[in-house]
Structure formats: C-alpha cells, structure tokens
C-alpha cells in the first residue's frame, strides 16, 4: 500500500513538472491526475520492457553459451 501511494505522489508531481515544462495550460488537479495515469501506464510499459528485455538477453546468452560449447566440441574431436 505505500508503494502505492508513492507512486501517487511521483505521478502528481511529474504531471505537474511535465505540464509546466511543455508549456500546456492545465488545471492543478488535471495534471496531477494525468501525472499519476502516466506513472501508471509508464510503469507498466517499463516492467513490461524489462521483462522481454531479460528474456532476449537470456536467449542471447544461451546461444553465445552454446556457440562456445560447440566450438570447445569441435576442438577436442580433433
């Protein structure tokens, strides 16, 4: 529960900061809402990124893995 609203108060403020930034005229408890949509929706998108991120990264471990094997193979057969 306080993560949770931790990540209500980054929201708020970023949405805050993100408005002024780009100059966009909003109200103080629009940007505070769409503040905290966007920290929702970014961290979503980002576990989501780093997810299949691990998941390639594992991939291409697992072949450079078996690349080596192969090689240390044809190696000693020889």
């Known amino acids: 529960m306080p993560q949770i609203l931790f990540l209500a108060v980054i929201g708020a403020a970023a949405g805050l900061l ?15 809402g769409l503040g905290v949509i966007g920290v929702l929706v970014g961290g979503f998108v980002l576990r989501l990124i780093v997810t299949v991120g691990g998941w390639a990264i594992t991939f291409v471990l697992a072949v450079l893995g078996s690349m080596a094997l192969i090689w240390v193979w ?3 057969k020889r």
């Open 74 to 76: 044809q190696r000693l």
């Open 18 to 32: 993100a408005t002024r930034l780009m100059r966009v005229n909003m109200d103080v408890p629009s940007a505070m």
